[in-house]
């Protein structure tokens, strides 16, 4: 496979051409001719005007076709009405990326939007790779590459920024020079006609430069591949993120901004924890963590500990923390001895650590060693108030010496100005994240050891189904919703909503339909009395506000009474309501019960969404709801429980014996299953789901359904695709059974071994390189994929242990025109020349057949006689490299 990322022209360019470059004082092409040179470009540079023959000392072109050399970049700075003209020149010309930095295209109405159309049309008949347009432009400071408008440039630094705003990339670097803050690279996106969040992300996590990566998100257009780029990314890097939006009115704007939708912040929020990525939510954040990322301060876990010389400043800490969910360490035994030893007796003998106000730098000193010691912190927070004994200066710099040889994060807030001015200086020089105020400081600690906790999410690859012995009946369920869709009907009535839990295993409180009242007293003493009934319409759904609900009725005189009741209620309070009749069902009695709610809704954005909360005739008020993105494994479900308030109540307390979780986990994991496998689900909500000791039943039901396109792949309705557990094959060979399944991020160790065992020749041949070792991020890119744009199949056998071992991995990946995918395969050394390696490409090529690709590329040495005559018996129709005869490409037809 060739490593270079097919955005390099664009971030490494060697050749660049500014059209519309001015010298007129102010314009675009004046300021981005300037931050060319003051940047100091590497490369070769050219201005494009015909008005001009030189421009600032640069060669000066009438046409970007003029130019007597190919063109990696054109940055184009002219008015809006010539960009279609001079995009299709830059094609003739070869150019290979273009940056579009005015704005007046889909923000400035139908003619507007006609030529960003024109453009992006003559961009792809190039395939030619557009950034913007209205952006502010790309900087990689260390390639002396400023191809934007900028004022003041970037310095050379670690950070990837990616922004869909160029006012605040501009805000963000006139910030970041003077507190010594550098960039690897900043890409400004405006509104994403072709090159989106995704593709930058895939660059920069390939990307030695850069360590960690900012996200400024006002709206996302492909969900798919934004997910699946912000997971590759979190896998290797930090990635922190702000989104804007998150309120009706905010949402409106951005949408108004950057034509992007906006989906439900909470959902947002929920795909960024399975991401493992960092929310932030202002820019003092944003800056923060910038520092102490730019610091190296790397957390270990979320539990904290608080020193300080001022109980209220400690108090304010530790209710900040409350108010992020961050568990204050509660120190060891040993710690408390040791702290005892020299504290005064009335210090705070817990966390937060008041060493009281008299506290010297000896005090802090000594106090710091101990708690850094204690196994249960993973951070601390040392404050200090200025006081007669406190030198802030003196104390600083014992802080500064004790966090050379420590091992866990300390970060500082030295509260007040004048006094504590030099110690803060201190700090900032040392690289120790300082505040004024306990609040932010608390918030970087959560922020930055959120990277960590969301890194369990992250690696989680459930399948769509679960490997349960008592499978679900998806073709039941199917059978259910095509019926009612074939009678143009979107809401299942109860009973067809219980038959789709039914079908999925879900216990269910068993129910029909009474059409007459003598019909619902026949019907109630056959299911046994109590009974509950409630009204059955599909344009109801809070039953309970028309009156259409009773409960607990003992008698069939009752239900007669109870029948004509609600009939007469629901006629008078929604007279244009369809009525199908009235539902019976057991009356659920579960003394130790918990009423919760789980659904599901389709998200405008990311797909299916799973709900969690307490339920019940309040539901609506509690607002007590948390969300995570299906596919669910038992570790996702038990984080989606532990999200909700209603948590708490679950366990024992008071008289209430503790739930049978497993009978809630399992509901949730059958309710990803129902909108993982069953794509016509638009909603789904039971409540109440009762669950006690004993178990769980849905008492409630109400699922909405919709039809799909017909083209529509298996998991097209997905922001994650989940683990493909149905490409799980056993091949036959002379030497066993081999196992050939999708690689999954557990098979780190077996990567790392199987590439170790690989003969120097045989390394040569895959990587173009003899590393010993694979390095943690190209492991991390092997083994956890989308399973998407990108498939990987090892095959693997047992050993003598019964150990699995892997003898072979093959992998394409789908390139960036959608339609093609490259190949790569390596078999063990003692498995060559065996046939497996044609075997698992029969594997490969099959899936991307089936994935709709139109052919399958390689690219292999020209030296490779033995690959070269593989692939040309697989079909493959191989060409010679026109710039580097060391080269071969190959190509497959996969359809027709």
Not at 148 to 165: C, D, N, R, T
Not at 331 to 349: G, Q, R, Y
Request: charged share 25%; hydrophobic share 40%; aromatic share 6%.
């Amino acid at each position: 496979m060739n490593e270079q990322h097919y955005l390099t022209p664009l971030f490494e360019p060697r050749s660049v051409a500014i059209i519309g470059a001015t010298e007129r004082e102010g314009s675009l092409g004046s300021v981005v001719v300037r931050n060319m040179l003051e940047a100091g470009f590497k490369g070769k540079l050219f201005a494009v005007n015909p008005k001009y023959e030189q421009v600032l000392g640069v060669p000066c072109y009438r046409s970007v076709e003029d130019i007597p050399h190919r063109l990696d970049l054109a940055i184009i700075t002219t008015k809006a009405d010539r960009v279609p003209a001079i995009v299709d020149a830059c094609g003739r010309a070869g150019t290979k990326a273009v940056v579009i930095i005015p704005a007046g295209f889909s923000d400035a109405g139908p003619r507007g939007r006609m030529l960003e159309k024109n453009t992006y049309e003559n961009a792809r008949r190039h395939r030619i790779r557009l950034l913007g347009p209205s952006c502010l432009g790309v900087l990689r400071p260390e390639l002396g590459l400023n191809a934007s408008f900028a004022h003041g440039g970037a310095s050379k630094g670690s950070i990837g920024l990616i922004s869909q705003s160029g006012a605040l990339c501009s805000a963000i670097l006139d910030w970041a020079k003077p507190n010594n803050v550098g960039f690897s690279s900043v890409v400004s996106l405006g509104t994403s006609v072709d090159i989106d969040f995704g593709e930058v992300l895939e660059y920069m996590v390939s990307d030695s430069r850069t360590e960690s990566i900012f996200l400024y998100v006002e709206g996302i257009k492909d969900a798919r591949r934004f997910v699946s780029a912000l997971r590759a990314a979190a896998r290797v890097k930090p990635v922190l993120l702000i989104k804007v939006g998150r309120h009706p009115v905010g949402s409106h704007a951005a949408h108004m901004h950057s034509g992007a939708m906006v989906g439900e912040d909470a959902v947002f929020d929920a795909a960024l924890r399975r991401a493992g990525v960092i929310r932030l939510y202002n820019l003092g954040q944003l800056f923060a963590a910038a520092n102490a990322l730019f610091s190296h301060f790397r957390p270990r876990g979320n539990h904290l500990a608080i020193i300080t010389n001022g109980g209220g400043p400690g108090v304010m800490a530790a209710d900040r923390a409350a108010d992020l969910r961050i568990p204050l360490a509660k120190l060891s035994d040993a710690t408390v001895t040791k702290l005892n030893e020299f504290l005064p007796v009335n210090w705070s003998h817990g966390n937060p650590i008041d060493i009281i106000g008299d506290a010297d730098p000896e005090r802090y000193r000594k106090t710091l060693e101990v708690v850094l010691a204690d196994e249960n912190v993973e951070g601390v927070l040392t404050m200090l108030c200025p006081q007669a004994m406190s030198s802030s200066t003196e104390v600083a710099q014992q802080i500064i010496e004790i966090e050379r040889g420590a091992d866990k994060p300390l970060f500082t807030c030295w509260m007040g100005e004048e006094q504590v001015r030099e110690g803060r200086q201190l700090f900032e020089k040392a690289g120790i994240p300082t505040f004024r105020t306990p609040e932010p400081a608390v918030e970087l600690f959560g922020h930055i050891s959120a990277y960590y906790r969301n890194q369990k999410l992250l690696v989680q690859t459930p399948s769509s189904l679960s490997s349960d012995l008592n499978p679900p009946s998806v073709e039941s369920a199917r059978l259910v919703i095509e019926t009612a869709l074939s009678e143009r009907r979107k809401n299942l009535n109860e009973m067809e909503s219980k038959a789709l839990l039914a079908a999925f295993r879900i216990p269910i409180a068993q129910t029909v339909v009474a059409r007459s009242a003598t019909e619902a007293m026949v019907l109630a003493e056959e299911l046994g009395l109590p009974v509950a009934m409630k009204i059955d319409s599909p344009s109801i759904t809070h039953k309970a506000d028309t009156g259409g609900v009773r409960l607990n009725l003992n008698g069939l005189a009752a239900v007669r009474s109870a029948y004509q009741e609600i009939l007469e209620d629901v006629k008078r309070k929604r007279p244009d309501a369809v009525i199908n009749g009235v539902a019976i069902e057991p009356m659920i009695v579960k003394p130790y019960g918990r009423e919760l709610m789980v659904g599901a809704f389709r998200d405008p954005i990311f797909g299916p969404v799973i709900t969690f909360g307490e339920g019940g005739a309040h539901v609506e008020i509690q607002a007590d709801r948390a969300v995570a993105l299906p596919p669910l494994n038992n570790y996702l479900v038990q984080d989606l429980i532990k999200s909700t308030r209603i948590a708490t109540l679950l366990g024992e307390y008071r008289n209430m014996p503790p739930i049978n979780m497993e009978s809630l986990e399992f509901v949730l994991l059958r309710i990803s299953e129902m909108v993982c496998e069953l794509p016509w689900i638009r909603e789904i909500d039971i409540n109440p789901l009762i669950v006690d000791e004993k178990g769980a039943v849905a008492v409630d039901a109400r699922i909405i359904v919709d039809n799909i396109a017909p083209t529509a792949d298996r998991y097209d309705h997905m922001a994650i695709h989940p683990y493909p557990s149905h490409l799980i094959t056993k091949l036959s060979m002379p030497e066993g059974e081999i196992t050939v399944r999708p690689i999954k991020p557990e098979d780190a160790e077996l990567e790392i071994e199987f590439v170790r065992k690989l003969s120097p020749e045989t390394k040569y041949l895959r990587f173009m390189n003899t590393m010993r070792e694979l390095p943690p991020a190209m492991v991390a890119r092997l083994t956890q994929i989308d399973y998407d744009r990108e498939m990987a199949f090892v095959a693997t056998m047992p050993d003598e242990k019964g150990d699995e071992v892997e003898i072979g991995v093959c992998r394409y990946a789908v390139n960036p025109d959608g339609e093609t995918c490259e190949f790569a395969i390596v078999v063990a050394e003692d498995w060559q020349h065996r046939g497996l390696a044609r075997r698992l490409m029969g594997v490969l090529i099959e899936t991307a057949r089936n994935r709709g690709l139109n052919a399958m590329t390689g690219i292999f040495l020209s030296n490779n006689d033995r690959m070269l005559k593989f692939v040309s018996s697989l079909g493959f129709v191989l060409t010679s490299d026109p710039e580097d005869n060391t080269i071969k490409h190959g190509v497959l037809p996969l359809q027709g």
